[in-house]
């Protein structure tokens, strides 16, 4: 059972930047992809972007430009850099996990965190 520890989330004005953190206790994190993904209140879960185990990385047109996602994989963690943030941004964030190819759907994910909370000031 792979478990998954987002930190990083908080309250920042519009341009403002956070970067989110994910930390994965399983110790072949380097073969799994990661994804973030948000939800924001009475909207579907939807995806930011994701990250292979070769660190090819893909976006959500939404973010493109504005968020980027790394790895550290001899820290088993996962990063989302996200700036510029707009009041649209808000939402609570989750990292996920699936062994092998990583996807942009939420369903193909095995491993889940508990979210953490982005709110953006207008």
């Known amino acids: 059972q792979v478990q998954l520890v987002e930190s990083g989330g908080g309250l920042v004005q519009a341009g403002g930047s956070l970067r989110l953190s994910c930390a994965a206790s399983e110790p072949t994190f380097s073969g799994f992809a990661m994804g973030w993904f948000r939800q924001a209140p009475g909207k579907e879960r939807e995806f930011v972007a994701n990250i292979s185990w070769r660190s090819t990385t893909s976006y959500a047109d939404s973010v493109k430009g504005r968020f980027w996602i790394s790895r550290d994989n001899a820290k088993n963690t996962v990063y989302l850099q996200m700036n510029s943030l707009k009041p649209e941004d808000t939402a609570v964030y989750y990292c996920?996990?699936?062994?092998?190819?990583?996807?942009?759907?939420?369903?193909?994910?095995?491993?889940w965190g508990q979210g953490t909370q982005v709110t953006v000031s207008s």
């Open positions: 996920a996990a699936v062994s092998g190819r990583g996807s942009n759907y939420a369903r193909d994910y095995a491993y």
